[in-house]
């Protein structure tokens, strides 16, 4: 039982640790960023709102490895403050 929340507590750390080590690339310019994503989001996305073009096609992977890094930080929570005899 012990060798298994190390196992996780460490899965858990290279997670995080491989999230931390992604290189981000700076933006050049915000204004240019916003110039191009009112200008071409509709074009390149098909969607004619701005914020759900960025949410769900400029930032997909973004916003999908925040809410797998969530789901994994609630799973681990729940599991560690679980003890003997409440379940």
Not at 62 to 73: A, G, I
């Amino acid at each position: 039982m012990m060798l298994r929340r190390k196992i996780i507590a460490a899965w858990i750390l290279c997670v995080v640790l491989l999230m931390a080590s992604i290189e981000i690339q700076p933006i050049a310019s915000t204004k240019d960023l916003y110039a191009y994503i009112t200008t071409n989001f509709q074009a390149q996305t098909g969607s004619l709102n701005a914020v759900t073009a960025i949410y769900l096609d400029y930032r997909m992977f973004d916003t999908l490895f925040e809410t797998l890094l969530l789901l994994v930080s609630v799973i681990g929570i729940i599991y560690f403050s679980r003890h003997k005899g409440d379940y």
